[in-house]
Each structure stands twice: as C-alpha cells, then as structure tokens.
C-alpha cells in the first residue's frame, strides 16, 4: 500500500482537532434536552416507535433514528435512552453524532413492531457549465421501510428495506463536472452521476446484549452496506439539503449499495468495532435486479462518540477488482472522516487514499455543512480529488492524474405541506479549481447551477 503522507497526516489532525473543538463545545454549552422532554410521546410508553424528536430531528437526511446499538434502544425514542449520549445510526452500520436524533419519518407500531416509513421524490434542474457540461432535468427518490422488533429481553431484530426510483432518470444518469465512476453502454461515465439501483438495501441486522450497554451484534443481506467510510452521503445532516452527490463518492461511499454483505461487530455507548466481508464489484449497467452476491473484499471499521455531538471513524478495505474499468486491479481503500452536530449545524470532514493494486494512490477531501434557521436553511460543500478517469484511451491525457477542486453553495425554504409532509425549493451553484492542462477540455472558468423542488415524506 502507497499512502501519501500528507494523507495520513490530514487524517490525524482531522480526528484530533474535531474531537478536541467538540469537548470545548460540549463542557461551553449546555446539553440537548432529552428527546422525551422535547415532545410527548404518540404512542405508549411500552412500546413507544411512534414518537419524533422534533428537537434534534434531522429535517432531510436517512439518518436512521436515535437507534442506540449499544444499548438495544432501535428508532424508540423513550426516556431514557434517547435522552443519553449515545449515537445513532447511519446508513448501513456506521453510526452518526447522537445529537442528530431520530430519523424523520412516519413512526408507527403494528403487531409487536416498531415500524418506520421515509421516502421522497426530488425533481431536480442542473446546468453544468463550460465545453464538457451539460444541462438536464431530472426526478430522483427514495422509499424505506424499517422494522424493529425484540426478541427476548437481551435481543433486538431489525429489518430495512430501501428502493429507488433512479434508473428511470437514465442509463447515464445526470451531469455533474468532475464526477466519475461506473458505465453506461460499456463506456465510463465522465463528468456524470451513476442513477442508484432499483433496490438500494434489503438488510437485516440481529443484536443481542452481552454487557450493560454493549451489544455484539451481526448485519447483512443481498443488497447492504459493509463497514467502510463514513455514512453515505445522502444520509448524513451535512448532505440534507444539497441535490448534488459529491465527486468524491466513490472515494468514501461506493460501496453504500453492494451485493453481498455480512458484518459481525460489537457496539457499546461511546464506540463501535466492526468488521465486514462483502462482493468487492460495484454494480452493473442493469439498475433494477439483484446481482448474484459474492464475499470477496473485507473491511474493518472503528468508531468513536467521544460528545453527544461528535461520531469519528477510520476504516480500511481491500477491495476486490471494484471498477469494470479496471477488471484485473484490486484496491485498498482508507478513510478517515469526523462528523459534528449541535443545534441547527451538522458539519462532516473527511479524506480517503484509493491505492490501485497495482497503480497509483488518489487521494480525496471533503467538507461539508448544513445551517438551519427555521424555515430556511443554507448548506455548502468543498472538495478536493486526484483522478485519473477524465480522459478515455486513445486520448493524451489518458491515464493522466489531476487535481481538481470544487466548491459549492446554496438555499433550501422549507414548507409544510401537512404533518409529516414537507416541500423544500431552493438551489445551488459550483465553482471549480483545475490544472491549466484541462483548460481546452473544461474552459478556463466552468460555472454551475442547480434548482430543485424536494418533496418529503416523514419531515416537518
């Protein structure tokens, strides 16, 4: 493996610096009223799935809930669980600042289950600028659906399903400069976002309580998410309102959509280990089946909540022949992120180091913010990235790698439409820092903008 040291100095000062401003935070300001203060319970306390923590609800994000893994407390939000400092859930098995709370959505208990319904439609407008942009109306969506049930007094079962809509955007899914990864008809996508597939996650995860407060726990299916990154992008507050994926994806969070996953970890109050087996491949041009499921990459993944407001990790994967692009090169991927949230702020850090087997090591920085005020809410992402995917065979610039940077801004207003319905309109615009080289390719000053109009079900 070949990571540059500026890499893994960046992810040092990141974990340390972050975790040293949230403990200036946390002992300066006063703690979040526990959930149950902050909104009375809709429906009995034995058996309370049915309650939103409207005081630390995530208003737009698939954070999946104060679901607290270290002490058996899934998507309830009854004193004294949501209350204490634990974390929630991201997507898959990562785990997210515990201030984020629960994931909005309609919450509600049927035969002994906890259950929980999210979804949205986003019709989004993008106008990607200069000679490689394009311009391109376009609808992407989510649907979920989790259930939690105990089993026993020391055991908890979860089950999640996840669909999308975005294959009906297009094989080539829709323009964003800079991005790459995956194909449409054989050719790499350049300069575009891959459409999801039809099925996103069908999951299971079983925890059972060892210790107070510390759980082992197993988690996996056909279509899941293996220990490796940070929580995907369109689950995280910082992300919320933003309608661009980052062109740092497939660096951090490629992997959120994978066939074949199984996970066995242990999570306690303040920290996670884990460790994943999964199908190294990303998907294929087929965007509405299950692929066959293969275990042939691993990961291992650490997690620490050292606030209430704070959720730092670091994994490592070796994946296996990843890119179709690529088919005879495996990949090591590390990652190193730091997510915070406190009142109205959720900010998200983070770097990665591709290192191609053999080939070289790319490396990746994000960061990303969402500030609320009531109704309104703006948000912001600058990254940075090495690619080498820019340029086909044949071209000079093949192979080349360049570092480019992109910074982006924008506006959300938020309007309810009826309890638990929410219509969001606002829009964003991109400026981008590029090697003179790309200047015939890209223009000297490429511009971009979005619009869109983001319709949720289960926020308020």
Same mark, same amino acid.
């Given at each position: 493996m070949r990571f540059s040291a500026r890499g893994g100095a960046f992810a040092v000062l990141l974990l340390s610096s972050t975790a040293a401003l949230a403990q200036h935070a946390e002992h300066g300001a006063p703690p979040a009223p526990p959930a149950a203060e902050t909104q009375p319970p809709a429906a009995p306390a034995e058996h309370d799935h049915g309650a939103i923590d409207q005081g630390t609800m995530d208003h737009g994000s698939m954070n999946h809930g104060a679901m607290d893994h270290g002490s058996m407390n899934h998507g309830s939000s009854t004193e004294g669980h949501a209350g204490e400092e634990d974390s929630a859930a991201g997507s898959g098995t990562s785990r997210l600042p515990e201030a984020e709370g629960m994931m909005p959505g309609l919450h509600f208990s049927a035969?002994?289950?906890? #259950?929980? !319904?999210?979804?949205? @439609?986003? &019709?989004?407008?993008? =106008?990607? $600028?200069? /000679?490689?942009?394009?311009?391109?109306?376009?609808?992407?969506?989510?649907?979920?659906?989790?259930?939690?049930r105990q089993l026993g007094t020391k055991t908890n079962l979860q #089950?999640? !399903?996840?669909?999308? @809509?975005? &294959?009906?955007?297009? =094989?080539? $899914?829709? /323009?964003?400069?800079f991005a790459t990864g995956e194909t449409a008809g054989g050719a790499p996508l350049v300069d575009r976002q891959h459409p999801h597939d039809f099925f996103m996650e069908l999951s299971a995860r079983v925890d059972r309580e060892v210790a107070p407060g510390t759980n082992l726990f197993l988690y996996g299916g056909p279509v899941a998410e293996p220990a490796l990154g940070p929580s995907a992008f369109m689950h995280r507050a910082s992300a919320r309102n933003n309608p661009e994926a980052p062109i740092t994806?497939?660096?951090?969070?490629?992997?959120?959509?994978?066939?074949?996953?199984?996970?066995?970890?242990?999570?306690?109050?303040?920290?996670?280990?884990?460790?994943?087996?999964?199908?190294?491949?990303e998907p294929d041009e087929d965007r509405w089946d299950i692929e066959t499921p293969k275990l042939d990459s691993w990961s291992v993944r650490g997690t620490l909540n050292p606030t209430r407001s704070t959720a730092l990790q670091v994994s490592y994967g070796k994946l296996r022949a990843p890119e179709r692009l690529h088919p005879d090169e495996d990949e090591g991927r590390l990652t190193a992120s730091a997510h915070y949230f406190r009142g109205d702020l959720a900010v998200t850090a983070a770097y990665?180091?591709?290192?191609?087997?053999?080939?070289?090591?790319?490396?990746?920085?994000?960061?990303?913010?969402?500030?609320?005020?009531?109704?309104?809410?703006?948000?912001?992402?600058?990254?940075?990235?090495?690619?080498?995917?820019?340029?086909?065979?044949?071209?000079?610039?093949?192979?080349?790698?360049?570092?480019?940077?992109?910074?982006?801004?924008?506006?959300?207003?938020?309007?309810?439409?009826?309890?638990?319905?929410?219509?969001?309109?606002?829009?964003?615009?991109?400026?981008?820092?590029?090697?003179?080289?790309?200047?015939?390719?890209?223009g000297e000053n490429p511009r971009s903008f979005t619009l869109f109009a983001k319709l949720a079900l289960g926020e308020e």
């Open positions: 035969g002994g289950w906890g #259950l929980m !319904a999210h979804g949205y @439609l986003w &019709p989004i407008y993008s =106008d990607q $600028g200069g /000679p490689r942009g394009d311009e391109q109306a376009f609808v992407t969506s989510m649907a979920m659906l989790e259930g939690d #089950l999640r !399903a996840m669909l999308s @809509l975005d &294959p009906l955007i297009g =094989d080539r $899914g829709y /323009p964003n400069l994806h497939h660096w951090f969070d490629s992997t959120h959509i994978t066939f074949g996953v199984l996970t066995a970890g242990v999570a306690a109050r303040r920290w996670q280990l884990e460790a994943s087996a999964f199908r190294g491949r990665s180091a591709k290192n191609r087997l053999p080939g070289p090591t790319l490396d990746a920085f994000l960061v990303e913010a969402n500030y609320d005020l009531g109704r309104h809410s703006l948000f912001g992402r600058g990254e940075v990235i090495d690619n080498d995917e820019l340029f086909g065979e044949g071209d000079p610039l093949h192979d080349r790698v360049f570092r480019m940077g992109k910074l982006s801004a924008g506006y959300a207003y938020h309007v309810p439409l009826a309890r638990s319905v929410q219509l969001s309109l606002g829009g964003s615009a991109s400026v981008y820092a590029k090697p003179a080289a790309l200047d015939a390719t890209y």
